[in-house]
């Protein structure tokens, strides 16, 4: 059973692949804390940091891909305070063109509370040599 | 210029590396929490959460490797009450026998804060396809 704000976090790990499989760059924007700070690590890039930089690797990404869905597994919620963090499998298909492709992404998410919400602060993605077996149930959404 | 807090944190996080390249595991132990939330995530390697799991992955590390080497950049800290997360290129040389390999790991490290000081309780390091430049002379370290 998950606190409040457990909850609240999941929620908002959960909007964050939404705007990511929505490739829409307003929704991808209110997912993240607008502050010098942020940081993401896509599966393999270096390391960004700061708000545009950041922001123009999703605009690339959403640019250079015609689709993507997500399948997350072993979705685990952490709070302390005013931080949380995320940690999950991306089961990720992907579309570009005719071709498709598959991967496992192992993923840290950092959230922080602000009046708005959890805002998105720092997105850790690496590639897994195999998919994640075995996968608990209860842990699928 | 670093507070006091963020001087503590970049102190254990170096600590951790330095259990690291001694193959200690009773130093290894003294850097992490004891606490079922504990999770480490190395290089392709999948998602291990647990005291057992996380000990038994050091133990594997250090029995099949003869000398690790770090050379810590772009170490970035950052705090927030409780909680601490600290990011940074390792580049890294290892020895196995007349075999010298080197990698660049892109890492995410969150620690806590406890009684007896800040304990690692997240490691999530992931392969880079290529060393990162430029590197910001100032943090070198």
Redesign the interface.
């Known amino acids: 059973m998950m606190s409040k704000e457990e909850s609240e976090v999941y929620k908002a790990n959960e909007n964050f692949y939404e705007a990511f499989e929505s490739f829409d760059m307003a929704k991808m924007e209110k997912i993240w804390h607008k502050a010098d700070?942020i940081?993401c690590?896509h599966?393999?890039?270096?390391?960004l940091?700061g708000w545009e930089p950041v922001m123009t690797s999703w605009r690339r990404i959403f640019e250079n891909t015609d689709e993507m869905r997500f399948l997350l597994t072993?979705v685990?919620v952490?709070v302390?305070?005013?931080?949380a963090?995320v940690?999950l499998?991306e089961n990720l298909t992907n579309r570009l063109g005719m071709e498709v492709s598959a991967a496992v992404v192992?993923t840290?998410n950092?959230f922080?509370r602000h009046p708005v919400g959890w805002l998105l602060i720092?997105h850790?993605?690496?590639?897994?040599?195999?998919p994640?077996t075995p996968i608990d149930p209860s842990t699928v959404h």
Chains 1, 2 share one sequence.
Not at 43 to 47: C, T
Request: proline share 9%; aromatic share 16%; charged share 20%.
């Open positions: 700070y940081q690590f599966p393999g890039w270096g390391m940091r072993e685990r952490e302390r305070d005013s931080l963090w940690t499998y192992l840290t950092i922080e720092h850790h993605g690496s590639p897994v040599a195999q994640p």
